[in-house]
C-alpha cells in the first residue's frame, strides 16, 4: 500500500463526504494490518516507516473535522510529516513527527521505577546513574556521529550509551582499576554504529584536551554529562584530586568548577551541558550541592536552561532500616531524599 499516493488521491477530492469516505477505507486497511507496529511507505525511493499508532490518530483526526478547510488542514499536516525531515540544530529528531517520540521526556519531573538492566548494563558500581539518565539527553542533544564528554565515567555507563545511539565518546575518570573495568564492560557492548569510545585515566581538572581531542581529529565537543562525586557521600579513592576526598563543601564546589572550566572551551557554542547531582545531609545540615555546583557552572559561564528533579532509589542499607529513617527524619524535623537533580546549561 503506497499510503502518499492514497493521500494526495483524498486531497484532490472535492467533496468533504467522499474525503471522508476514502479516509475511513485507507484507516479500515491500517487497522487490518494488525500485527505491524510501523507502516512502510515510499519515499522518492526509499523505504521509510511511520507509527501505525501515529498514522491512525491523525486519520482519525481527519475523520472528525467539520470543514473541508479543516480537513485539507490535517492531511496537508500528515502528508508533510510523511514527506519533510525537519531537523533542529542538536538533535536527529523530527520534529514534524514529534508525536512519535513519547518516550522522550519533557517534563522537569522524571520519575524511573527501574533500572535498564539490558546487555552489559550493570547497577553493580555503587554510585552509578541509571543509563535512562544519559540516554534521554543524548537523544535530545545530540547527533548521530557527533561527540560527547563525560570527565566523571566511572562504570561507563555513558559510553555504552554512545555506543547503542551512534555517538563518539571520551570518557575520564581518575581511579584506574575502574578505568580497565569500564574498557572491559564496554568492550562487550556492540558497535553497530562504528563509533569510537576512548577512556582516558586522569584528573579531568589537567586533562589536556587540546591535545586529547588532536589525537581523535577532532577540535571540539557537542555535549557534556557530568555525574561527579556527591562530596563525600561515597569515597571513590584514595587520591586527594578525587572530588570525593575534598575536606570542606567549598573545596568540593572549587574542584569541580576547575573541572568545569577546563572543559568549558571545548564545548561548541549554543551546544549543551548536563550536570547530575544529589544533596548531602550531616550533622543536622542540608547541604544543597546540587545548588552550589549549579550556581558554579552559572559563574564559570553557563547559562542555566532546565532543572530537572529525578526520583531516586535509595541505597539497599538505607533501605533496610526504612522504619529507622522514618522514625528519624520524623524526630529530627527533616524530609528523607528521594531525589537528585539534572541541571542543564547551555553555551
Ligand atoms: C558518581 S561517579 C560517576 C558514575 C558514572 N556516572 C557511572 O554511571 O558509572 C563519580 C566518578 O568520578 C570519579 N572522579 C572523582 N574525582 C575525579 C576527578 N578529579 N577526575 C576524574 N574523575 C574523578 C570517581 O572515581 C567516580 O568514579
Known amino acids: 500500500m503506497n499510503i502518499l499516493s492514497i493521500l494526495y488521491k483524498i486531497k484532490s477530492l472535492n467533496e468533504l463526504g467522499l474525503i471522508k469516505d476514502e479516509t475511513k477505507n485507507l484507516n479500515k486497511k491500517i487497522l487490518k494490518l494488525s500485527k505491524q507496529k510501523n507502516i512502510s511507505y515510499n519515499l522518492n525511493g526509499n523505504k521509510q516507516k511511520i507509527s501505525k499508532e501515529l498514522l491512525i490518530n491523525e486519520l482519525e483526526q481527519i475523520l472528525q473535522t467539520k470543514t473541508i478547510e479543516r480537513t485539507r488542514y490535517y492531511l496537508n499536516r500528515l502528508i508533510k510529516s510523511l514527506e519533510v525531515q525537519k531537523e533542529g540544530k542538536i538533535n536527529d529528531l523530527n520534529l514534524n513527527r514529534w508525536k512519535e517520540y513519547n518516550d522522550i521526556l519533557t517534563d522537569s519531573l522524571w520519575l524511573f521505577d527501574k533500572r535498564d538492566?539490558?546487555?552489559?548494563?550493570?547497577?553493580?558500581?555503587?554510585?552509578?546513574?541509571?543509563?535512562?539518565?544519559?540516554?534521554?539527553?543524548?537523544?535530545?542533544?545530540?547527533?548521530?556521529?557527533?561527540?560527547?564528554?563525560?570527565?566523571?565515567?566511572?562504570?561507563?555507563?555513558?559510553?555504552?550509551?554512545?555506543?547503542?545511539?551512534?555517538?563518539?565518546?571520551?570518557?575520564?575518570?581518575?581511579?584506574?582499576?575502574?578505568?580497565?573495568?569500564?574498557?572491559?564492560?564496554?568492550?562487550?557492548?556492540?558497535?553497530?554504529?562504528?563509533?569510537?569510545?576512548?577512556?582516558?585515566?586522569?584528573?579531568?581538572?589537567?586533562?589536556?584536551?587540546?591535545?586529547?581531542?588532536?589525537?581523535?581529529?577532532?577540535?571540539?565537543?557537542?555535549?557534556?554529562?557530568?555525574?561527579?562525586?556527591?562530596?563525600?557521600?561515597?569515597?571513590?579513592?584514595?587520591?586527594?584530586?578525587?572530588?570525593?576526598?575534598?575536606?570542606?563543601?567549598?573545596?568540593?564546589?572549587?574542584?569541580?568548577?576547575?573541572?568545569?572550566?577546563?572543559?568549558?572551551?571545548?564545548?561548541?557554542?549554543?551546544?549543551?551541558?548536563?550536570?547530575?547531582?544529589?544533596?548531602?545531609?550531616?550533622?543536622?545540615?542540608?547541604?544543597?550541592?546540587?545548588?552550589?555546583?549549579?550556581?558554579?557552572?552559572?559563574?564559570?559561564?553557563?547559562?542555566?536552561?532546565?532543572?530537572?528533579?529525578?526520583?531516586?532509589?535509595?541505597?539497599?542499607a538505607k533501605r533496610n532500616q526504612k522504619e529507622l529513617w522514618r522514625y528519624r527524619a520524623l524526630a529530627g524535623g527533616f524530609y528523607i531524599f528521594k531525589h537528585e537533580y539534572i541541571f542543564l546549561f547551555k553555551k
Request: net charge positive.
Open 117 to 316: 538492566t539490558s546487555g552489559v548494563h550493570k547497577a553493580d558500581y555503587w554510585g552509578n546513574f541509571i543509563p535512562q539518565i544519559p540516554n534521554q539527553l543524548l537523544r535530545r542533544y545530540t547527533k548521530r556521529g557527533e561527540w560527547v564528554l563525560d570527565p566523571f565515567l566511572g562504570s561507563g555507563t555513558t559510553l555504552i550509551e554512545c555506543k547503542r545511539l551512534g555517538r563518539n565518546g571520551v570518557g575520564i575518570e581518575l581511579n584506574k582499576e575502574v578505568c580497565k573495568k569500564a574498557e572491559s564492560t564496554l568492550h562487550k557492548e556492540n558497535n553497530p554504529f562504528k563509533v569510537t569510545t576512548k577512556i582516558l585515566t586522569g584528573n579531568s581538572a589537567r586533562i589536556d584536551f587540546k591535545t586529547e581531542l588532536k589525537n581523535l581529529k577532532q577540535k571540539s565537543f557537542q555535549f557534556m554529562i557530568m555525574h561527579p562525586p556527591y562530596w563525600d557521600i561515597i569515597k571513590f579513592s584514595n587520591q586527594k584530586d578525587d572530588l570525593s576526598n575534598a575536606n570542606s563543601v567549598s573545596e568540593f564546589v572549587n574542584l569541580f568548577g576547575k573541572i568545569a572550566e577546563n572543559m568549558y572551551p571545548f564545548l561548541d557554542k549554543g551546544r549543551y551541558c548536563a550536570v547530575v547531582i544529589g544533596d548531602k545531609y550531616s550533622t543536622g545540615e542540608w547541604i544543597p550541592l546540587g545548588f552550589y555546583v549549579m550556581q558554579e557552572m552559572i559563574n564559570r559561564g553557563f547559562k542555566l536552561k532546565s532543572t530537572i528533579v529525578k526520583n531516586f532509589d535509595q541505597t539497599t
